[in-house]
T-cell receptor
Framework: AQKITQTQPGMFVQEKEAVTLDCTYD???????LFWYKQPSSGEMIFLIY??????QNATEGRYSLNFQKARKSANLVISASQLGDSAMYFC??????????FGKGTMLLVSP | DSGVTQTPKHLITATGQRVTLRCSPR?????VYWYQQSLDQGLQFLIQ???????AKGNILERFSAQQFPDLHSELNLSSLELGDSALYFC????????????FGPGTRLTVT
């Protein structure tokens, strides 16, 4: 079974600051993928970034980077230079085998001016 | 725009009724996934289809069923609706059944009164 834990129900950050959203995972599969999704108040789920379990380098996509620490089973999302439009719910998810995504409970990020 | 379409966007119906939610995957994607998002249960995987065949099943109630048609669009049928079925239902798609980022549709918000 797969499990994702997001321990921060809410986070606050000021515009232009960096923020780290925590995610730890548990899986018995040696091959898996870790994902982050953003859900703004409008409701859609937006794919942000992907990290494969065998990837040596941490994934980066623009202002998003994934701090992957395999031994600690953590996959934290780092958002640099936060913008007001980053205010949203953020979900960490894991998949392996048949690609059924297991999501965490999410972290609500609020960016203030 | 993820390229995944879902209709309708909103649906309001009464308890005991039956509804059908429709999803068209991204062009070229063979695999379709259905998820339910509610306040108390979070985001839960329901069922996956790959090229017309059921691939994986999650926490899908017996009152719910789905299918994927030859043109690869999928339908989720919800019957004998209860108040607790009120939720946001997402469809997502990937090219194959392997480990890929899943692109989500905008969702169908179902309200059961």
């Amino acid at each position: 079974a797969q499990k994702i834990t997001q321990t921060q129900p809410g986070m606050f950050v000021q515009e232009k600051e960096a923020v780290t959203l925590d995610c730890t995972y548990d899986t018995s599969d040696p091959s898996y993928g870790l994902f982050w999704y953003k859900q703004p108040s409008s409701g859609e789920m937006i794919f942000l970034i992907y990290q494969g379990s065998y990837d040596q380098q941490n994934a980066t996509e623009g202002r998003y980077s994934l701090n992957f620490q395999k031994a600690r089973k953590s996959a934290n999302l780092v958002i640099s230079a936060s913008q007001l439009g980053d205010s949203a719910m953020y979900f960490c998810a894991i998949t392996s085998g048949y690609s059924t995504l297991t999501f965490g409970k999410g972290t609500m990020l609020l960016v203030s001016p | 725009d993820s390229g995944v379409t879902q209709t309708p966007k909103h649906l309001i119906t009464a308890t005991g009724q039956r509804v059908t939610l429709r999803c068209s995957p991204r062009s070229g994607d063979l695999s379709v996934y259905w998820y339910q998002q509610s306040l108390d249960q979070g985001l839960q995987f329901l069922i996956q289809y790959y090229n017309g065949e059921e691939r994986a099943k999650g926490n899908i109630l017996e009152r719910f069923s789905a299918q994927q048609f030859p043109d690869l669009h999928s339908e989720l049928n919800l019957s004998s609706l209860e108040l607790g079925d009120s939720a946001l239902y997402f469809c997502a798609s990937t090219p194959t059944g392997g480990i890929h980022e899943q692109y989500f549709g905008p969702g169908t918000r179902l309200t059961v009164t």
